[in-house]
């Protein structure tokens, strides 16, 4: 077992995390009151606006009462009965409500992927050129990579890009820098080494020009993954401390539901472990172990379904196990890697995106 249990575990976990983002931070005129949105004359009859606005209403309501699948549930009926009507405020405002609950999630299992789809379905005819539209196209990209599902994955990724408006706001920028970002990952997992460095290349060159820490933090993530993955462990080293170290500085540029220092630390203690300093990875590992059951206990605690095995936390499991079997701890590495390995085979796991 000690020579094996790595590659055994392994055959059922992924090592590499690679950060596919859920945040969404963008600012829009859909951020208006009730009662300005719902005065305005859209050729709409009063009382089905009053409809749309009290299912609005009761999302929110859900949301502040620990029912977040409730309130998801609610805004796409809201979202779904606006466009029945053609009512496009109320489509605006809905895919706005969804988007900002739907990210505080953490994760896309396929039950949140079959609501983006819906939401993608209804407003499409009204958002050709959208940074809505364009997110969830990205977050549906990143559901099909992580269920294997490469081509539909790939599709998703060139509708995110089609669907940005063509102008240099904020926004729009900060949206192509995370389909890039998010692209060169699909592309790396594929081994497709020159679409993966393009395509973070652009995305590099957007976040330092708009100065956006967020994004930047990512890409150090992603470069530092690149490096690993080709056995350049300084490289590696460098660009994940850098992007530890910068989003430890600015741990508020992180948007709610957002995992991507511990995505970057999950991928740093791979790369302190292979460089034979497992003491180091075991520290940080415990840290963010103690994190994570924080996240996941205000999750529940606010409504939204959490998968049976969470993803990240189950990876840093296995890195407490792989540290103490580099340190020739074999008894607790077995304690830690082979339960792990059972409740993995039993239950499987959701993937995590952030």
């Not at 749309?52 to 209403?57: D, F, G, K, P, R």
């Not at 779904?80 to 900002?100: A, K």
């Not at 508020?252 to 472990?273: E, F, M, S, W």
Request: overall charge positive; hydrophobic content about 35%.
């Amino acid at each position: 077992m000690r020579g094996g249990i790595k590659y055994k575990f392994l055959s059922r976990l992924t090592v590499v995390f690679i950060c596919v983002t859920l945040c969404f931070t963008g600012k829009s005129s859909a951020q208006i009151s009730h009662n300005e949105l719902f005065k305005k004359k859209e050729g709409v009859a009063p009382e089905t606006r009053e409809r749309i606005a009290e299912l609005m209403q009761s999302s929110k309501v859900a949301l502040a009462n620990g029912q977040a699948d409730e309130a998801l549930k609610t805004i796409v009926d809201a979202i779904r009965q606006s466009v029945h009507i053609g009512f496009v405020p109320g489509i605006d405002t809905g895919t706005y409500y969804f988007m900002t609950i739907f990210s505080q999630s953490g994760y896309t299992g396929k039950g949140r992927a079959a609501q983006v789809q819906e939401v993608i379905d209804l407003i499409s005819p009204y958002k050709e050129h959208n940074v809505y539209l364009s997110w969830l196209h990205d977050v549906l990209a990143g559901y099909f990579f992580e269920t294997g599902h490469y081509a539909q994955g790939l599709l998703e990724y060139e509708k995110a890009l089609k669907a940005l408006p063509n102008d240099t706001s904020r926004n729009v920028q900060e949206m192509m820098a995370t389909i890039y970002t998010n692209l060169s990952g699909a592309w790396a997992t594929l081994d497709e080494e020159v679409e993966a460095r393009s395509a973070l290349e652009k995305a590099e060159n957007i976040a330092l020009r708009q100065k956006n820490i967020h994004r930047q933090i990512s890409v150090l993530q992603h470069k530092g993954i690149r490096y690993m993955n080709n056995k350049q462990l300084d490289s590696a080293l460098y660009f994940l401390s850098s992007s530890y170290d910068l989003s430890t500085k600015y741990p508020d540029k992180h948007p709610p539901g957002c995992r991507c220092r511990q995505y970057t630390v999950a991928n740093l203690c791979i790369v302190l472990i292979q460089m034979g300093n497992p003491d180091s990875a075991l520290t940080m590992v415990h840290t963010e172990q103690k994190v994570l059951e924080r996240q996941l206990l205000t999750l529940k605690e606010k409504g939204y379904s959490t998968p049976k095995m969470d993803a990240l936390g189950a990876f840093f499991n296995y890195l407490e196990g792989y540290a103490y079997f580099r340190k020739k701890n074999y008894n607790r590495a077995e304690n830690i890697l082979l339960p792990l390995l059972a409740q993995v085979q039993k239950e499987g796991i959701e993937k995590n995106e952030s």
